[in-house]
């Protein structure tokens, strides 16, 4: 079982993690950090509120994207951003 979370990292920035659960759930590890802000731009200090939308639903190793919430730094400006990823084990991603 796999979860994409918004997580602090050590910049004290909000970035998107993946945690996995062998326990249906009862305990999680993470695994890695999948989406961290761009440094610069509309996304430039925060990605959160992660909706994964798999290409194909009975594929749970399929291409997929990741929709994301982005903050500027002064908070001037927030979007709906979108990452893909053809990795089967969803670990690494591309903005687009």
Known sequence: MLMFYK????????????AS????????????QVLRPSG???DSVAVSRPYLVP???TDPTSRARLYYLGRSADGARQGIGVAES???E???????
């Open 21 to 32: 659960s062998e326990d249906d759930g009862a305990t999680w590890a993470r695994i890695s």
């Open 90 to 96: 969803w670990r690494k991603w591309t903005k687009l």
């Open 40 to 42: 610069d731009g509309w």
């Open 55 to 57: 290409a194909d639903p």
């Open 86 to 88: 053809d990795d089967p």
């Open 7 to 18: 997580a602090l990292d050590e910049a004290r920035s909000h970035a998107i993690c993946l």
